[in-house]
């Protein structure tokens, strides 16, 4: 009876599966590691200081972490940023934006997402909620955001947003 034992694995090592004639065969290959540093994508509260201030020493080291590498920000982060300057700090949308748009101006600081980014920008600036813009601006080419809020609706056409429909 063979008994067949574990061997462990040396760190900065992965187990691949490779096709062989004989069939699949496991071997362990050295991870290769990048020498390149990966861009820092921003959670909300990093970029609340770095728009507010209100916190000294949160807002210093956001500075510094913007200041020493590049830097990203995805949308679902702006849109509950939007909510946050919104309810906790009582911005209104013209300020909220003009914010996002100082913000997405830094040299250090891109958008995941750019057109997409720029498009819910352009819609809540024409009056939708960030949130609504977002979720409709999302849809794939050719599909309908459906919705039960005939406000949504209206505030979407006025935004130039012609697949946001009346459900039902």
Not at 22 to 35: C, E, F, I, M
Not at 53 to 76: I, M, N, Y
Not at 141 to 157: C, I, M, N, P, Q
Request: glycine share 4%.
């Amino acid at each position: 009876m063979k008994i067949r034992t574990r061997r462990r694995r040396l760190p900065g090592t992965r187990r691949v599966a490779e096709k062989t004639p004989q069939g699949v065969l496991l071997r362990t290959h050295r991870a290769v590691r990048s020498k390149t540093r990966l861009m820092a994508a921003l959670d909300t509260n990093v970029v609340v200081r770095l728009m507010t201030g209100d916190d000294p020493r949160q807002t210093a080291r956001a500075k510094k972490l913007l200041k020493s590498e590049s830097c990203s920000v995805a949308p679902s982060v702006l849109m509950e940023c939007e909510w946050v300057l919104r309810a906790a700090y009582g911005m209104d949308a013209a300020l909220i934006a003009q914010l996002f748009r100082r913000l997405l101006e830094l040299e250090q600081l891109a958008p995941q997402s750019p057109a997409l980014t720029e498009r819910v920008l352009d819609a809540f600036e024409a009056g939708m909620d960030f949130a609504d813009a977002l979720h409709a601006l999302q849809t794939p080419e050719g599909e309908s955001f459906a919705t039960f809020d005939a406000a949504l609706v209206k505030r979407a056409a006025r935004a130039g947003l012609r697949s946001v429909v009346r459900a039902g």
